[in-house]
Structure formats: structure tokens, C-alpha cells
């Protein structure tokens, strides 16, 4: 069903085969939208890449050696010496100083023959313990991973607590100042408005809008007195 739906939408028989060419080509409609809508050449975007690195090997010893080498005809060197590892007979019975080599190398190999078998018996008879010992070791040191981590974590859940609390008592000081300055605010606005009643009052008891609030006409004589003295007057 998935390669059939791909089949569908993209023309291709494999399922999540974006690179055919049906798959392809409606990324490819968008090149040359892409040059045309742009002043730019190919050659200035490479203009603004950094150059490239100098891959010649030309100038590399090796390489001019082997070089040398293939345009003389020459035969390829020897890879690794495995000689050491054979036992090869000397090429002439009769050749002293060669059995005398292949004697050398038999009893070099014959030693390290006799290294490996001893490396085994170790192996047969400390391995167990060496490997429990080794088993032993990464468990303790994962056991104090472990308590770390645990503590860790205790320290983190402690901090999240200290901060959990703090932010309640300070959200508790800051309702209690909210509602502080809302009673504040009400006593201002209860106290505005005693004022405007109190004015309007003082008004209407002056005569022809003498030293009423927002009139701009001078005062009474007697207003510097207070309101007692205008009162006395009416009497």
C-alpha cells in the first residue's frame, strides 16, 4: 500500500524513492525560477565560496616516489614481512648460514608459541576470578552513579520546594499589598468626593458666584475668614 501511494504521487515504483526522476522534477521546475528571478551567474556564487584546498599530490614525497616508480615500470615493493611467521626451508641444502636463520626463526616462534600457551593457563586459572573482580568494580561504581544521581535529584526536589514556598509567600504579600492599595484608593476616592460635596456647598452659600471654585471671580472680603464669618453675616 505505502509503494502504491508513492506510485501515485510521485511516479515511482519503490516506496521513499525521492531521488528518481518523477520524484525529482517538481524541485527541478523550481532552478530556473530561481535564475530568472536572480541577476546572479553560477559563477558568482562560486566566486563567493573560499577557494579550494590544493589536493595534488605532486609535491608529496610518497606520492612522487610511487609516481616514479609506475612511469619506470618498476615492480611494487614487498608489503609485510611475513617471513618471520613461516617456517621456509633454506633454498640450497648445502647453504650454512641460511638453516642457521630458519633455525632462528623456528625457535622465535617456537617462544612465542610457548608465551601464548602460558598467556592461557593465566587466563584458564585467574580469568574467573580476574573477570568477577572486574564485574565487582564497574558494579560499585555504578552503585555510587546511582547514589549521586539519588542525590542529586533530593538536592533539585529540595530547591523546587524552598522555591515553591517562597513564591507562595510572596504571592501572599503581594494580594495582601493589592488589597491595601484597593482600600486606599477607595478612602481617596470617598475623600475626592467629600471635597466636591464640601465645594459645591461653599458655593452655593457665596453670593452671585463670588469666590466660587472655577468662576475666576475674586473672593469675598470675609472668605479668608471661613465659612463661620459668612455665616454670621447671613445671620
Same mark, same amino acid.
Given at each position: 500500500?505505502?509503494?502504491?501511494?508513492?506510485m501515485?504521487?510521485?511516479?515511482? @515504483?519503490?516506496?521513499?524513492?525521492f531521488?528518481? &526522476?518523477?520524484?525529482?522534477q517538481? +524541485?527541478? &521546475? +523550481?532552478?530556473?525560477?530561481?535564475?530568472?528571478?536572480?541577476?546572479?551567474t !553560477?559563477?558568482?556564487?562560486?566566486a563567493?565560496?573560499?577557494?579550494?584546498?590544493? +589536493?595534488?599530490?605532486?609535491?608529496?614525497?610518497?606520492?612522487?616516489?610511487?609516481l616514479?616508480?609506475l612511469?619506470? #615500470?618498476?615492480p611494487?615493493?614487498?608489503?609485510?614481512?611475513?617471513?618471520?611467521y613461516?617456517l621456509d !626451508? !633454506?633454498?640450497?641444502a648445502?647453504?650454512l648460514?641460511?638453516?642457521r636463520?630458519?633455525?632462528?626463526?623456528a625457535?622465535?616462534?617456537? /617462544?612465542?608459541?610457548?608465551?601464548?600457551l602460558?598467556?592461557?593457563?593465566?587466563?584458564?586459572?585467574?580469568?574467573?576470578?580476574?573477570a568477577?573482580?572486574?564485574?565487582?568494580?564497574v558494579?560499585?561504581?555504578?552503585?555510587?552513579?546511582?547514589?549521586?544521581?539519588?542525590?542529586?535529584?533530593?538536592?533539585?526536589?529540595?530547591?523546587n520546594?524552598?522555591?515553591?514556598?517562597?513564591?507562595?509567600?510572596?504571592?501572599?504579600a503581594?494580594? @495582601?499589598? /493589592?488589597?491595601?492599595?484597593?482600600?486606599?484608593?477607595?478612602?481617596c #476616592?470617598?475623600?475626592e468626593?467629600?471635597?466636591?460635596?464640601?465645594?459645591?456647598?461653599a458655593?452655593?452659600?457665596?453670593?452671585?458666584?463670588?469666590?466660587?471654585?472655577g468662576?475666576?471671580?475674586p473672593?469675598?472680603?470675609?472668605?479668608? /475668614?471661613?465659612?463661620?464669618?459668612?455665616?454670621?453675616?447671613? @445671620?
Open positions: 500500500m505505502q509503494g502504491a501511494g508513492y501515485g504521487v510521485w511516479g515511482c @515504483g519503490r516506496p521513499r524513492d531521488l528518481c &526522476a518523477a520524484a525529482s517538481p +524541485f527541478l &521546475a +523550481f532552478i530556473p525560477l530561481q535564475l530568472a528571478s536572480s541577476a546572479a !553560477p559563477a558568482d556564487y562560486l563567493a565560496l573560499p577557494p579550494a584546498p590544493d +589536493f595534488t599530490l605532486a609535491n608529496h614525497p610518497i606520492a612522487a616516489a610511487e616514479a616508480r612511469a619506470a #615500470g618498476a611494487a615493493p614487498p608489503g609485510l614481512d611475513t617471513g618471520r613461516r !626451508p !633454506p633454498r640450497k648445502s647453504d648460514p641460511a638453516w636463520a630458519a633455525l632462528d626463526n625457535r622465535a616462534q617456537l /617462544e612465542h608459541q610457548a608465551g601464548r602460558l598467556n592461557l593457563e593465566l587466563l584458564a586459572v585467574h580469568g574467573p576470578r580476574a568477577a573482580a572486574a564485574a565487582a568494580h558494579e560499585a561504581a555504578l552503585k555510587g552513579v546511582e547514589r549521586q544521581t539519588a542525590t542529586l535529584k533530593a538536592d533539585a526536589a529540595a530547591v520546594r524552598a522555591r515553591k514556598l517562597a513564591h507562595q509567600r510572596a504571592g501572599a503581594i494580594d @495582601g499589598l /493589592e488589597a491595601e492599595w484597593a482600600a486606599t484608593v477607595a478612602k #476616592g470617598a475623600l468626593a467629600a471635597c466636591a460635596g464640601v465645594e459645591a456647598d458655593d452655593a452659600r457665596r453670593p452671585d458666584g463670588w469666590g466660587k471654585v468662576t475666576g471671580l473672593a469675598l472680603p470675609g472668605d479668608a /475668614e471661613g465659612d463661620g464669618a459668612v455665616e454670621m453675616a447671613e @445671620g
